[in-house]
């Protein structure tokens, strides 16, 4: 059966993209890049650096510097893979709150974005990937075999990431995740480079209602359906 060499997946925060990427590409064995760590280990080095988030010119000579890599998981501890920085293990600084309120704005420098963007590609050049993101489809690779876009309601994954907290130790507030999930679309959907938005070839993949099994039956069923005469 013919496969998707290179697969975009894209969506808002918590709307299951890291799941089911993270699903396929152990079934395909395929790579698996989160290219949002890549935001999150600038982001985690510009606050540990104490720089001015705020200072574009800082923030991009910074990212283009950093030496961030994305390795398969080096400790069984629930991680997908591992991130360093500079050689140093920072998986799970990065998913601190101060670092998801940071982000988003972080991610508005096109010069960030311009570094990390090349990294991402050249991480793609062989194929056999599936990379996760907000861009990937319209801007990262344009070219994807398959790319798939996943939406779910900011309820749903409000309650999602206050599920993810609580299993870190903390009790966060329903409402105030809430309004972060909101306040992060708006930054995310309304920045002028490259904006969250579906790619127009991109499959519609809604995960509001469906458990995991259900989410990873159907992201199979629609890799089995793929085809490569009309996918590429
Ligand atoms: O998926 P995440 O929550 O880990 O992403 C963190 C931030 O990085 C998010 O606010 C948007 C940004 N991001 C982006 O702009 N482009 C990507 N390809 C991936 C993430």
Known sequence: MCKPSTIAIDGPAASGKSTIGYYLAQRLAYLYLDTGA????????????GLPIMDEACITRLAEEVEIDVLPPAVEDGRQYTVTLAGVDITWAIRTPEVDRA??????????????????????AQGRV???????????????????????????????????RTQQGCAPDFEQMLQEIRRRDEIDSGRAAAPLRPAADAVMFDTTSMTKEQMFDAVEQLVDSFACDSGG
């Open 103 to 124: 982000v988003s704005p972080v991610s508005i420098y096109p010069g960030v974005r311009e570094a990390l963007t090349q990294q991402m590609r050249r991480i793609a």
């Open 38 to 49: 890549l935001y999150r280990a600038v982001t985690w080095a510009a606050l540990q650096q």
């Open 130 to 164: 599936v990379m996760v993101g907000r861009d990937i489809g319209t801007v990262v690779l344009p070219h994807a075999d398959l790319k798939i876009y996943v939406v779910a309601s900011a309820e749903e994954r409000a309650h999602r990431r206050l599920l993810d």
